[in-house]
């Protein structure tokens, strides 16, 4: 699914060119769960950003889906990211005037989904992660791990092929973050790619397959259940 050869991403130019990924290669295949770790500063958040169409790599291609993104136009890298990712962060991203409900119908206001089809798919992300119950409720309503199972329910609702999550429990306690990684668990069994960030072991651990990324490159280490 995910094809990255001799990634390098910098910034700057001249003398003040930086570069914060440096020659990266990585395959990631269907289905699997990969925890991406590393310390502050490492490039985490920047090869993210890569394998989620925010951004373009500097030099190499990223292949996703037998498509370059690495050559693609803002417009249709959108496209891609509105159509097969979804995407969950920290701080959860909640619109705060807006309920559960019309949260998680978001994605598919901008996929042109309308009415009560749009309803519906918003009902089935949000039973899927146990909160039917509080579709009227605001964020601001909500516990921490409730608003990031709604972001869940957001990242679902359009049935991305990807899950790319920025440090999901990173917000949370230890009860709720655990709530959300059983969650994971159970996509992870249902067939979903999840690649997560995290500078917490325990939590990397909780995937089946684990990368360090330390000063820009990639040293892959092997986990119980997963592949090199
Ligand atoms: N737009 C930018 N312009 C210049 N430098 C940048 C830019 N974005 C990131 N960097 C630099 O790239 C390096 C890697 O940043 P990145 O955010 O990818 O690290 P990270 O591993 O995600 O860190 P953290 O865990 O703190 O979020 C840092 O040194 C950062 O200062």
Redesign the pocket.
């Known amino acids: 699914m995910i094809h990255i050869q001799g990634v390098t991403k910098s ?2 130019q001249g003398n003040l060119k ?1 570069d ?1 990924l440096k020659d990266i290669h990585l395959t990631v295949s269907e289905g699997e769960y990969v925890a991406i770790m ?11 950003n890569i394998l989620g169409a925010l951004d373009r790599p500097t030099q190499g291609t990223y292949q996703f889906q037998g498509r370059d993104l690495s050559q693609m136009e803002a417009i249709e890298l959108a496209r891609v990211r509105n159509q097969s990712i979804g995407f969950i962060f920290q701080q959860f991203q909640l619109l705060s005037r807006l309920t559960a409900q019309k949260n998680v119908e978001l994605p598919l206001i901008y996929a042109g989904i309308r009415g009560l089809k749009r309803k519906e798919m918003a009902t089935t992300a949000l039973n899927r992660v146990g909160l039917a119950d509080r579709r009227d409720h605001l964020p601001s309503e909500l516990s921490g791990g409730q608003q990031q199972r709604v972001a869940i329910a957001r990242a679902l609702v359009n049935q991305p092929d990807l899950l790319l999550a920025d440090e999901p429990t990173g917000a949370l306690d230890q009860a709720s973050g655990d709530n959300v990684l059983d969650l994971f668990d159970g996509l992870h069994q249902e067939g979903k790619t999840i690649v997560m ?1 995290t ?1 917490d072991s325990e939590v990397a651990a909780r995937a089946n397959r684990r990368i360090d ?1 330390l000063d820009g490159r990639i040293k892959e280490t092997s986990q119980a259940g997963g592949s090199v």
């Open positions: 910034y700057g930086t914060v590393g310390p502050s500063g490492s490039g985490k958040s920047t090869l993210m960030i500078h990324i």
